[in-house]
């Protein structure tokens, strides 16, 4: 197409085409002026009515909020205009008209609730607040995956149609495969500690998982993005401390990479890169903690789950990130190692934010006869999962690695209130479309 | 756990723990040698067994291949040894015990079929030109993101569970969705192009595409990684332009960072990144070069599609990447745009490895009427698809754009027979697990 310069790149003094959506339209009579809106920000068009050839005055004032225009002209120093520069058109080509009514209003000047905006994310997204986010999201992505290769792990990528789920068969979404029944896999589990017991050993993986659970609340999605790591020859403490770098080299890559997008949120002031080391709290100094904030109805006995509330009140006292570890084994899932010395201790672990859990994570276990006596008790078919377990037969070293709920992530670090902002298009219980 | 060094790393006059899996075992009597081996190469251990400790030659010697074993001892030089060093333990603890009779040999003495390889990935995956395959796979994705990045696309991740394919309910693995009917996603075809819209303008996705086709060949897959371009404001030789620029990156990529993989691969030599333009040949051409040939026993005419064989001949008679633009209207989807002054004739492109196609992509569609008139000309009901038609009311640039198949692209890269050879857990209709 044409060369294209963007509204951010319009030098004064020289002549350019811009092409995007006219953000704004104000006619002031004998003048008018169009705010066209692109990637990079806003330009202004003069309209002076006078001046200019009458069809292109007719075709600029003809035209809708957020129809798409290609405006070619002089650039010009204007101090009154929002960005200070201003174009005197020569040519405007309509190239995308839009209706006049528009389902959402991308100036953000009239509010919409998150379902019609989550209903016109194209528009939704012309927003700057909005796109921000999802910039960010990205460069997460990115100083994630390159903190993973700092830790000398190699990506793959597992199989989202799987038989079995990694916790059998609750919460799977079924799918017909070819005429059998498989389903949508609801996390990497089984497939990247197959991986370390490889020559690879040490793997990360970003991708989607898939729960059928039943959830209504804004920090649960049926379809979410998992940031996995595992690694041979590692432990508990060691996947802890790759679970810190991972989540701190988030953080660091958005502050170094997204200025612009943090003071579009409003948060280049409050934005800040955790520092030092998370707090590692045993389960036991949790519930205590937990108990004396005096917050629950009912004080926590030993064996007892984390409820939201729970997790509230941890969150607000200790107020970081920080971790959970040695938890009851009982409530661990059972390809999680205990201690060696203490079998109803756990080596699993959560890593918190404040506000809620992001990490689940701990040591395998990788001693065949124990896995499978581990599906015994959990009521599953040990020979349905057989293309794992039969692996451990060969060599299956000492392993540990986590899961990280990528919106989750992203959510918290920016505030979010509902977990469906840091999704495009999000998915739950009602919505599967767009 | 323990302070570990790789074997690649264990310095002759050191003392350092080592730790993997033993490859090989030869006892020549009064001397014994155990190969271990780890993600980095491998190292000797000498067993004297008049000199060492009694239980110690007994761990040594009742281990069988491929059990994990974690080694003590000071590393020597050693020029009959493999890697030039030996180490001389002073102690050996089996992490891992293998049973004695393995399902595939991971030193690659004993020849196994794809299947038994694929069914036991964990101890093919052992195999250093194995491994080194998804090593390579690894930095293709590294190398095609920053080549993205350099071309200020933004990275998106769109759902994977659907109400509606991109081209209909055929090939679609239908997902039963909290009792409603649903679909896997067989491209991000439609998204992508919702976010072009959007103030993204340009965007990318790597992930999993779903496709229900009932192929049995070496190049198809039904669950496969899509490279999804798209950008607002381009035509289809600006994506042309893209897609040489990403499929070139992938190349310096591996040819830059995975000389040891190629090394190990035998294609050190033969590696060569693609150089100056890729030739763009009409479909007219094509199908005149093809008829040159003499290899099809029928002659091509307009509108023909090409076969595989005619792909073959093609490929062949080009002998480098090259492109096939302006196809036939009629063949290609009725979401890429036809050219403006000749309705018969498409802006869709296909990129070709000389073996075969790893690009799709083209001009699209912006037009809300044409676009309406499209589904219903494909006997789609336009309402199914009204949550990304009707934004294209609202202003949608003209965009372009493409996907690339990332397992093709590894494979055409690495000269593997068989697509499956790109994938650790490969998807078809006979193969669900592992």
Redesign the interface.
């Known amino acids: 197409?044409q060369e294209?310069t963007y509204a951010a790149d319009a030098d004064p003094g020289t002549s350019a085409t811009v092409?995007g959506?006219?953000h704004e339209i104000r006619d002031l009579g004998g003048i008018a002026f169009l705010i066209l809106?692109?990637?990079t920000g806003k330009i202004q068009v003069k309209i002076e009515k006078d001046e200019l050839d009458e069809a292109l005055v007719e075709t600029a004032l003809d035209v809708h909020r957020?129809?798409?225009l290609r405006v070619e002209g002089d650039v010009e120093e204007e101090e009154r205009a929002p960005t200070g520069v201003e174009v005197t058109p020569d040519d405007i080509e309509v190239?995308?008209?839009?209706?006049p009514e528009?389902?959402l209003d991308p100036s953000g000047k009239v509010d919409a609730e998150l379902p019609t905006r989550l209903?016109?994310?194209?528009?939704?997204?012309?927003?700057?607040e909005?796109?921000a986010i999802?910039?960010i999201?990205?460069e997460v992505?990115?100083s994630v995956?390159e903190a993973f290769?700092g830790l000398d792990a190699?990506?793959?990528?597992?199989?989202?149609?799987?038989?079995?789920g990694t916790e059998g068969g609750t919460e799977l979404?079924?799918?017909?495969?070819?005429g059998?029944e498989?389903f949508?896999n609801q996390s990497p589990q089984?497939?990247k500690q197959?991986?370390v017991?490889?020559?690879?050993?040490?793997v990360f993986e970003i991708?989607?998982i898939?729960r059928?659970e039943?959830h209504n609340t804004p920090r649960h999605l049926?379809?979410a993005?998992s940031i996995d790591f595992e690694s041979a020859?590692?432990?508990h403490t060691?996947a802890m401390d790759a679970c810190e770098t991972v989540v701190k080299a988030a953080y660091e890559g958005v502050a170094e990479n997204c200025d612009d997008e943090l003071e579009t949120l409003g948060l280049d002031e409050a934005f800040t890169v955790p520092e030092g080391d998370f707090p590692r709290l045993t389960y036991e100094e949790a519930i205590e903690r937990i108990n004396a904030t005096g917050e629950l109805d009912d004080v926590l006995v030993w064996g007892d789950d984390l409820s939201t509330e729970a997790e509230h009140a941890l969150g607000q006292d200790v107020g970081e990130h920080y971790f959970i570890t040695d938890w009851p084994s009982e409530i661990k899932p059972f390809y999680i190692k205990d201690h060696d010395d203490d079998a109803e201790l756990s080596t699993g672990f959560d890593m918190m934010h404040p506000s809620m859990e992001l990490v689940s994570g701990g040591q395998r276990e990788?001693?065949h006869d124990h896995l499978v006596e581990g599906f015994e008790q959990q009521g599953l078919d040990p020979g349905a999962f057989e293309?794992?377990t039969?692996?451990f037969?060969?060599?299956?070293?000492?392993h540990a690695g986590w899961g990280l709920g990528g919106e989750r992530l992203v959510m918290t670090m920016l505030g979010l209130e509902n977990i469906r902002e840091a999704?495009?298009?999000?998915?739950d219980?009602q919505r599967?479309?767009?």
């Not at 190239?95 to 209706?99: K, T």
């Not at 209903?119 to 700057?128: E, H, Q």
């Open positions: 197409m294209r092409a959506w006219v809106r692109d990637t957020e129809s798409v190239i995308a008209p839009a209706d528009l389902p209903d016109n994310r194209t528009l939704d997204l012309r927003k700057p909005v796109k999802f910039e999201r990205a992505l990115r995956r290769r190699t990506e793959i990528n597992t199989p989202k149609i799987v038989a079995t979404f079924p799918i017909t495969y070819f059998r498989a949508m089984l497939f197959l991986m017991g490889s020559g690879l050993e040490r991708g989607p898939f059928a039943e049926n379809e993005t020859f590692y432990d060691e990788h001693r293309y794992y039969k692996m037969k060969y060599g299956m070293p000492p999704v495009i298009f999000p998915r219980r599967l479309s767009p």
